[in-house]
Nanobody, 124 residues
């Protein structure tokens, strides 16, 4: 079993930055592919990006490419989502997720464990 704890959300002005963290416990972190999802009010959960087990491969939603960066520190059992140039449409609850699949896709069904989510609000 894997436990994931999200942190780092908050409120920022458009154009600002935030860094989200997700600390994992309960399993060998380096055996897990990690993803980030978000869910805006009244909308379905949306894939944001993912990072491979050793961090050598990342994949992003088109609308966040060049603005968001996912990284991981396997020694610290933590994955990060650095968000720059934030826009009001980035406002959502952000979730980290872990997958035992080597290269999970963009579906929430590809992920086995979830963090509790953290709110990000971007004011215009």
């Amino acid at each position: 079993q894997v436990q994931l704890v999200n942190s780092g959300g908050g409120s920022v002005q458009a154009g600002g930055s935030l860094r989200l963290s997700c600390a994992a416990s309960g399993d060998t972190f380096s055996s897990l592919s990690m993803g980030w999802f978000r869910q805006a009010a009244g909308k379905e959960r949306e894939f944001v990006g993912r990072i491979s087990r050793r961090g050598g491969s990342t994949y992003y939603l088109d609308s966040v490419k060049g603005r968001f960066t996912i990284s991981r520190d396997n020694a610290a059992n933590t994955v990060y989502l650095q968000m720059n140039s934030l826009k009001p449409e980035d406002t959502a609850v952000y979730y980290c997720a872990a997958s035992r699949t080597l290269y999970p896709g963009w579906s929430a069904r590809d992920y086995d464990y979830w963090g509790q989510g953290t709110q990000v609000t971007v004011a215009s």
